[in-house]
């Protein structure tokens, strides 16, 4: 029989395993300039989507737009090794702000990045070249990533250079565009349903999304019509 006690302890080793602590601290070396809260974040998110109902990922993509376009602010992590794979710059939309990104949208149009989780799905050639398409796993915040041409794309103007001439690297239509020297790489380490969470410390994301707070049902309901595409 279950004792209370052994119930609260069952219920601590769910919340906080000793992989998940594991995995957490060594991405943690891997990547010193990341934010802890920011990559605490990003692994539960994914791991409550995986909980309920997706396949797990190979690869972690991080975008911590609270940072300067001009610093790297792209970070992609190899699960299974525990190892950091890249550390990059990444643009925003050039109506989210400056050098750095304060608005967010879903909308069709708007020029703007989107925050959340994202599963990646099939890489293409397209008017930038090699690039790879995005579905947003949160109705509301990012959902409209497909219907809006949401990628991760080579672009001229995600440049070191354009940092020492105007403080900044140049912005996207909405995309998280890369530099044209690492972009096959990046398609390459992310194609075919690994995940991206882009953070910026949105108060009413924080307390509604349903990642990082972990709602079951909500989860459940957004990620089925995804399951066929996913498998």
């Known amino acids: ?48 989507a995986t909980s309920n109902g997706l396949k797990p990922s190979d690869r972690l993509a991080i975008i911590d737009f609270s940072k300067p376009s001009s610093e790297p602010r792209l970070w992609i992590f190899d699960l299974s090794k525990k190892r950091l794979l890249m550390e990059e710059l990444v643009a925003h939309g050039q109506n989210s702000g400056d050098n ?21 799905q099939e890489s293409y050639f397209g008017r930038h070249g090699y690039s790879l398409r995005l579905d947003g796993l949160e109705p509301g915040v990012n959902d409209k990533a497909r219907e809006r041409a949401i990628v991760i794309h080579a672009a001229d103007y995600v440049d070191p250079e354009w940092v020492s001439r105007q403080g900044r690297i140049g912005r996207s239509q909405g995309c998280p565009a890369v530099r044209p020297e690492i972009a096959q790489e990046v398609v390459d380490q992310l194609k075919g349903g690994q995940f991206m969470f882009s953070y910026f410390p949105d108060q009413q994301w924080l307390e509604n999304s349903a990642y990082l707070n972990c709602q079951p049902e909500r989860v459940a309901s957004y990620i089925a019509p995804l399951k066929g595409a996913d498998s």
């Open 1 to 48: 029989m279950l004792t209370v006690s052994s119930l609260v302890i069952m219920s601590s080793s769910v919340v906080a395993s000793p992989f998940d602590q594991s995995l957490n601290y060594s991405l943690s070396l891997q990547a010193p300039a990341l934010s802890k809260v920011v990559l605490d974040k990003a692994i539960a998110a994914m791991q409550c």
């Open 100 to 120: 750095f990104a304060t608005e967010f949208s879903n909308v069709v149009g708007s020029h703007q990045s989107s925050i959340g989780l994202f599963r990646t």
